[in-house]
Each structure stands twice: as structure tokens, then as C-alpha cells.
């Protein structure tokens, strides 16, 4: 069947996925990558902030507001740091770096010894978090403020050991997964490594996060539906519509500019006008008031007293919570979710590659990229965001709604994390974002990296009974065996006399990307199939499996590249070689610049 490309849109453009505004190398006006990099801030937020929310109770913080926008910020800042790491010294993908959900189940198996079970709250404590009667806020934090009794003082610092237990934990699993990148390992293993592993691996990345997508949207699914429905028009109705903009150059003079705005930007169009339809319906008293409806989430003060409790200034520091501590079953627990971690970044950096319009990514620069994320998540520890650092699959997803892939963008999204997460008052004010509206982008986002995963097929015969029963089983089984395990009647059922090693097993066979990935790869590596059946002449030619093939997206910055030229560097795994200095034969096409006529500043 014949692709037929959109209005603008080339066929050969259609065909390599390339049909972007700004592709990787591109970089767009600064006026135009801070808005964009916002955009991607306000793509990662939902989740990034569901993290220290969902810690709260099990860490013992949830009675303590404070301490939970403290977290929220370091957080933020952290993954802004480890973003800036990625995009220039790691995989060099516009993929943005935060926090987990694969740390998390560890982390509760952790906080669930009796050792570190929350005591009852004193009765003058803090409200819970997310649990604050407005009109009852500012009197309530002066009793706590003014004349704090010490058994107050000293639950509200009770969650502090126990973040430090988390952070030493993490640290140390951390250091497996920078060995595991920086010696080649992974790399090692993309040898075995197809579109019949790839693709369920990103397919069951958005499939396993519905449940995430539906809870947010469930609250209110009014607002939900209208979130989606206005990214859908930005985005699929509206992309090719351009909006004039007043503008001026010294050829020019004044003159109307054509942006297209809608394409560019529909996520952040339509989080704001959602957030705006909440914010009048708050006000019209359309929302009940009831703090144990879930549609009390969606009103635009349901979290209003983060913002009242932020500091406007605050710079988190390794250490600000005390020294971290370790404990065997700790660090054990946490290598689970490195494992899984690895598994699924390694399916995103496919993923981004085909939507920023780069190609697959060669085994350098996968190995750099798990060796930086390792590297992130000993700098999350060390920071105590309660939580490690990952591919983010959600800012994937808007790389490919909004068709801009450069890499500055999601860089200057890095710098607006960082300074978000020092202004404490600014970061506060979008935790007010009604939960709704998180659920409406989550279903588009979710959505777009399930397609994603599936579009790799296309370098397979699917008229092949072999990889429709692969590609089938990986998928249910990756959806089947977590399911039953985490349901309570077998949340006990991994048996082996070690504590230890049935956390590791479960956390590991509850990952739904994991369970799948790695059927996929069995499959495909042990039943009998050409390799052009498999899909992995063209998939090798694309990644690049013999020498650079002209992968220089890939190389590092700041004339580093040098390094590649000398041959020593052939046994650096995380390195690119270069046997001369010449442009080789092979070299990608130059993606051109992109420019789109906006107003001069």
C-alpha cells in the first residue's frame, strides 16, 4: 500500500519519520526553545510530581506539606541536571531525565520493615498532605509555626532517616547500572537485539501506564475529554494552520509574520485553556467541596496550600537531608529497579531517535546512555529526591505531537527545570494543575508512544505466522504475568527462602516492558527465522552495526570528538572509532534548517 504524505509533507519524509518542524541537530530561536522547553516541563510535571505525593505517606511526610514541596523541588532540580548530562555528554538525545516509577516498588518494600513503619501523627501535626480544609490552613500552621510543642518538632522530622535509608540504596545500586554502561555490556547484547524485541518493549511502555492515564481521567472525565479533544484539534486539525504575528528585521522593517503556532505547541495550548476551563468552573462552585470526592481534585485549589507553604528561594544541596545510610536489603531491592529501569530506557532512546528524525542509535551511545543515567541516579541519591532518574516515555510522546525534535529545546527544558526547582513558589504554582487535565495529556501522550512501539514492525514480514506469534505472545504474556502478580491473593507467591532475592524476582516479573522485552528477545533469538524475515538486515543497517555509519548525532560536543580518531578508542565501548579524519562515504544526509518566520526580538 502506497503512504501518502500530508499537505507538506513529503512521502520520503512520511516513510523515515523525518517530517519535523526542527529535527535534532536544528536548533530554533531562544525565544522559541524556552517556550518549547517549557512545554516539555509542563509534558514531564504530572509525573515527576505524582512521585514525591505517592512516597509521601509510606516516607511519613504526608503530614508535613513543607517537606513535601521541598521534595517536589529537588526533584525537579535534580532531573534538570541530569537532563543537561544526557543531552550533551550521554546518548545526545532530546530525551528528558527524571523520576521513576520503577524505584518505587522497591522503595515501599523498603519502608514496610518494621523498623521504619510511620508512628501516630501527634494530634497538633500538620495537616495531611493533599488533605488541607482551606479555611482552616493559616490557623493551623500557627499553631505548628509559632508554638510548636517537641513531639511536633519531632514527627515532622521522622521522614528524614527514612529518606536516608532510600538514598544510600539507591546510590550504591546505581554504580551497577554505570558499570553496565560504561563497560559495554549493553551494548554486547543489542548483537540479539530486534524490532521483535524493540517493539514490544515500547508498545507495553504506553499499554502498562493506561491504568495511570484512566485514574487521572476518571476523576473528572468532563474535563479529561476536553483536554484531549484540544490537543487533538492543535494538533491533527490545526498543525498546518498558521497564525500572523507582527514582526520586524532591519531588511524588512515591520512586517506580519506566519507562525503555526498550533502545531508547534498544542500540549501547552491545550493544558492552559483546560486549566482556565477549571479554574471558572472552580469559581462557579461547579466542583464540590468535599475533600473525600475524588472530583475535589478537580478544582484549581485543591492543592493550594503547596503554594502557600513554598519558599520562594531555595537551592537543594547533596546531604540537605543528613548523611545517607545503607542497609543489604536496601541496595538489593533497589537493583531490581535499576534492571528494570535499563530495560525500558533502552526501548525509549529507539523511540526518540525515530521521532527527533535521527537515526537508530549505534551501540556507543547506548552504552553512554545507560552509564549516564547511572550516573543520574547516584546524583538523585545523593541529592534525596526519594527516587532515581529515567528515560521520560511521556516527553517522547510530545516530541511526536508537536514535531519538534531538536535537542536545544529539551535543553533549555532542563535549564527552566533546575530554575524551577530553586524558585520554590513558581514550581508550587503547577501542582495546582487539576489532575484531570494530567490525565487528558497522559491518554494522548500514552497513546503516541504505544504507536510508536508498533511502528517498528515495519522493518518485519508480518505475513510471517513466526513474528505474529511472537510479536502477540510478548505482548500478552508482558501484560498477563504482572497483572497476577500484583494481585494481593499472590503478592507472596515468590517463594525462594531468600527475603532478598523474592523482592528482586517480583519487582522484576511485575515490570511489564521487562516481561515482554525479554520475551520478544527469546523468542526471536531461539525459533527458526532468516534474518530478513526477522527484520534485522534492515534494522542493522539502520543502527549502524558495522563501524559509525555515519552516526555523527551521536558524537560527543566541545571537540571530543577527537577522541574518536585515535585507536585506542576502538576498545573505549562508549566511544565512536574513526579510522581517518575524512567524512566517510556513508555519511547521513544533512537534515536541513528549518526556520519558521517569527517576530525578531
Not at 532540580?77 to 550533551?88: A, D, K, R, V
Not at 518538632?153 to 536516608?164: E, V
Not at 524493540?198 to 511502555?205: D, F, H, R, S
Not at 476518571?218 to 484540544?230: C, D, E, N, V
Amino acid at each position: 500500500m502506497e503512504i501518502k504524505a500530508e499537505p507538506g509533507e513529503t512521502k520520503e519524509e512520511r516513510e523515515t519519520g523525518k517530517g519535523l518542524t526542527y529535527s535534532i541537530d536544528d536548533t530554533p530561536p531562544w525565544y522559541l526553545s524556552i517556550v518549547l522547553g517549557f512545554q516539555h516541563y509542563l509534558t514531564m510535571f504530572g509525573s515527576t510530581l505524582a512521585i514525591p505525593l505517592v512516597l509521601a505517606k509510606p516516607m511519613c511526610y504526608d503530614q508535613n506539606p513543607l517537606a513535601t514541596s521541598e521534595i517536589i523541588g529537588t526533584i525537579f532540580f535534580i532531573s534538570g541536571i541530569c537532563t543537561l548530562l544526557q543531552t550533551t555528554f550521554g546518548n545526545r538525545l532530546p530525551i528528558v531525565q527524571g523520576g521513576t516509577f520503577s524505584f518505587l516498588t522497591p522503595t515501599f518494600a523498603i519502608l514496610s520493615l518494621p523498623q521504619w513503619k510511620c508512628p501516630s501523627p501527634p494530634s497538633t501535626a500538620i495537616p495531611p498532605t493533599g488533605a488541607v480544609n482551606l479555611s482552616t490552613t493559616a490557623s493551623l500552621l500557627n499553631v505548628t509555626t509559632t508554638s510548636p510543642s517537641p513531639s511536633v518538632l519531632g514527627y515532622t522530622d521522622i521522614w528524614k532517616p527514612r529518606m536516608r535509608e532510600i538514598q544510600g540504596a539507591i546510590m550504591v545500586a546505581s554504580l551497577f547500572q554505570i558499570f553496565i554502561g560504561f563497560t559495554g555490556l549493553v551494548g554486547f547484547l543489542l548483537r540479539f537485539i530486534g524490532p521483535l524485541t524493540i517493539a514490544p518493549t515500547i508498545t507495553l511502555v504506553g499499554l502498562a501506564l493506561f491504568q495511570a492515564a484512566a485514574d487521572f481521567s476518571g476523576i473528572h472525565w468532563g474535563i479529561s475529554i476536553t483536554t484531549i479533544a484540544l490537543i487533538t484539534v492543535f494538533s491533527q486539525y490545526l498543525k498546518n494552520v498558521k497564525i500572523p504575528f507582527p514582526g520586524y528585521s532591519r531588511d524588512k522593517g515591520m512586517y506580519m509574520a506566519r507562525f503555526a503556532l498550533f502545531r508547534m505547541f498544542p500540549i501547552l495550548l491545550g493544558i492552559i485553556l483546560s486549566w482556565i476551563i477549571c479554574a471558572i468552573v472552580t469559581a462557579a462552585g461547579g466542583f464540590t467541596d468535599d475533600q473525600n470526592n475524588p472530583q475535589y481534585q478537580a478544582r484549581t485549589d485543591a492543592r493550594i496550600f503547596v503554594l502557600k507553604e513554598a519558599e520562594w528561594f531555595r537551592f537543594p544541596y547533596p546531604g540537605q537531608w543528613g548523611t545517607p545510610t545503607l542497609s543489604a536489603a536496601g541496595v538489593f531491592g533497589m537493583l531490581a529497579g535499576v534492571l528494570a529501569s535499563m530495560i525500558e530506557s533502552i526501548g525509549d532512546y529507539y523511540a526518540c531517535a525515530r521521532l527527533a528524525g535521527a537515526p537508530p542509535p549505534p551501540k556507543h551511545a547506548i552504552n553512554r546512555g545507560i552509564g549516564m543515567e547511572g550516573i543520574g541516579c547516584l546524583l538523585a541519591g545523593a541529592w534525596g529526591s526519594g527516587n532515581g532518574t529515567t528515560s521520560y516515555s511521556e516527553n517522547i510522546g510530545a516530541i511526536g505531537i508537536t514535531k519538534v525534535g531538536s535537542r536545544r529545546v529539551v535543553q533549555y527544558g532542563a535549564l527552566i527545570m533546575i530554575l524551577l526547582g530553586i524558585l520554590g513558589k513558581f514550581g508550587a504554582l503547577f501542582t495546582t494543575i487539576p489532575n484531570p487535565i494530567v490525565g487528558g495529556v497522559f491518554m494522548v501522550m500514552f497513546g503516541m508512544i504505544t504507536a510508536v512501539g508498533i511502528s517498528n514492525l515495519q522493518f518485519v514480514d508480518l505475513n510471517s505466522s513466526r513474528n505474529l506469534f511472537i510479536l502477540g505472545f510478548s505482548l500478552v504474556f508482558g501484560m498477563a504475568l504482572p497483572y497476577w502478580l500484583s494481585r494481593e491473593e499472590n503478592k507472596d507467591v515468590i517463594q525462594t527462602g531468600e527475603p532478598e532475592l523474592d523482592q528482586i524476582i517480583t519487582v522484576l516479573l511485575r515490570t511489564n516492558m521487562l516481561v515482554g522485552g525479554i520475551t520478544g528477545l527469546l523468542l526471536d533469538n531461539t525459533i527458526p527465522g532468516s534474518r530478513e524475515e526477522r527484520g534485522m538486515l534492515v534494522w542493522n543497517s539502520k543502527a549502524g552495526e558495522t563501524g559509525h555509519s555515519g552516526n555523527h548525532v551521536y558524537d560527543l560536543p566541545f571537540g571530543l570528538k577527537k577522541l574518536s580518531f585515535y585507536k585506542c578508542t576502538k576498545y573505549v565501548p562508549f566511544l565512536p572509532y574513526y579510522e581517518s579524519e575524512e567524512v566517510p562515504s556513508v555519511e547521513l544526509k544533512e537534515v536541513s534548517q528549518k526556520h519558521v518566520d517569527l517576530p525578531a526580538v
